[in-house]
């Protein structure tokens, strides 16, 4: 963690005795911003802490103290056992696994193969192919449902997790391939001619380059993984029958059917947020630093 | 690297290394794309016949007494929507960016917890603050009552007069992560000796922030604001979610997102319509156009001449 800066220091070891208000202002200066920070720290976890902590409680506990931890008397695991009993989570889960890993795998995948070539070769047509697959950027996937519900009920895909996948590797080539172009071509030029004069093939040099832009995949992989996996859109539109449904489409729909039952709704939540939390935690500093790493301090 | 000369055969390996992304990009989102396009300018009949027609399904859009009073509120609707994230989430996300690039203890706690509900699902979101709002648990009325506020509670999610800004406010509070890491990394790549020599000069760190800091981050307020407007005129979830495709109470939340997929989808006793459907998909369309090329042309333009 980084200490004060140089100049709060400076002031403080100044040598004329500073007058009491100034030492106040000079605390409040220094305490406002933590207190402008916690406030709004408490403001995001709130909410979430209190349905996390409800969650685990009787019913009269969650109205007649809802500030209040779970105690021995109050403690209830009710809501998680008829959310496990009442509904098809376990299936809502797996769908939402498969549609992301698949489409996270082939976009990085089909990404990494486009980029490389725009990147490596230079040929008629190099930028205005790269401009092409830029528009994506921009423009919402979303705009063109009435065509890819169309088009999915001509390739019959409809209520399948392969609609999906299609979908969602459309929607993030346009950004995984404008970025991972940059990174590709970065990697030094003498590598790729070494390999050549060993009588390397272009596939076995792609293989060489890959590796070395792992920190992108990465990057990248993380920032596509969390809107398909929370997509609401696409699994109503697309694939909204019980057996395709996504965990974000099944809670919805679940929540929607059990509103007045409090505890199935609040451990339904936790449930829900827990993966993508736990994700979180464990890749945020690597995401954040991803963000930033453009200005490195 | 040139293609190597004298090699006569055809470089199969750039078709190979092309064509998956080429294909999948065009098919499922190009072609979608420009079909939606040319739908909104067709009508089907029952036995599925497509007929060209013109802008008619526009002109009914803008004046047929159905579908006008719902565009033009879910057009209001929308930028009310965007001046509430642009007016309240990117500038605390400013607020917060700045602070935390001032340094000090706690930066990496605060900054992975404030950017933390972004990462949650709009659904998850939406029935959090129902919930929390909700008058029968009233967590939200003893908040207020705590602070002396508590007769300013009302049911704000369920009056015409309110529901709009109380749901952009939501959106807000889950978005703010954003724009905060958005301007937090502009901040911090801010050269010391600039602020310094400010310093030097005698600006305080207020005039400092607003003198040295904010001209140097304003492309990055170009880009939050156009990241902003895409994701609003786009956004559909959380309306959704809390209020239903009918985005009630008296379609005081509709935005293009509701609007559009009722159209498409049909509610209650009206059937979906895709070109009408489509013809709402257009507009929004040219929308996010509009703010994407002024962007590009009108802001980053005139901001260039700040770049360092």
Redesign the interface.
Known sequence: MTTDTPSVTNAMTNPTRPSALYRLRLLAGRLAPHLILIFFTALALFPIVMIVVNSFKKKPAIFGHPFALPNAETFSLIGYNTVFSRSTFPTYFLNSIIVTVLALLLTLLIGAMASFALSEYSFKGNTLLALYLSIGIMIPIRLGTVGILRLMVKLGLVNTLVALILVYIAQALPLTIFILTQFMRQVPRDLKEAARLDGASEYRIFGLVVPLVRPALGAIGIFTMIPIWNDLWFPLILAPSSKTATITLGVQQFLGQFVSDWNAVLSSLTLAMLPILIFYLIFSQQMIRSITAGSVK | ???KRGRKSF?T??V???A???I??T??????????LR?SFYSINDQKVETFIGLQNYVTLFTNSNFAPRFWGALKNNFIFFAVHMLVQNP?GL??AA??S????????????????T??????IG???Q??LNP????AE?MMKLVGLGSLFKPWLGLTSTALVTVSLISV?QF??IPM??F???L??IPEELVEAG?VDGAN?WQAFWHIKFPLVLPTLGIVA?LTF?GNF?A??LI??MKGALAGPDFATDIM?TL?YRT??GQQLQLGD?NM??TI??M??LI??SG?LIYLFAWQRRVQTYEL
Request: proline share 5%; charged share 5%; aromatic share 20%.
């Open positions: 690297m040139q293609l470089p390996y750039l190979v290394f092309l998956p992304a080429l999948i990009y098919i499922f989102m190009v072609y979608p794309l420009l079909n939606s739908l605390i607020l917060l602070l935390l001032a340094g000090g203890r706690g930066r990496r706690f605060y900054r992975t917890t404030l950017f933390m509900p990462v949650l699902s709009v659904v998850i029935f959090i603050w919930l929390i029968l648990w009233g967590v003893s509070w703010t992560g890491i958005l937090y990394t502009a911090i790549g310093r760190g156009i895409v786009n559909f979830d959704y979610t997102g559009f498409f989808f895709p459907g489509a998909a257009a929004m369309f996010i156009m994407v």
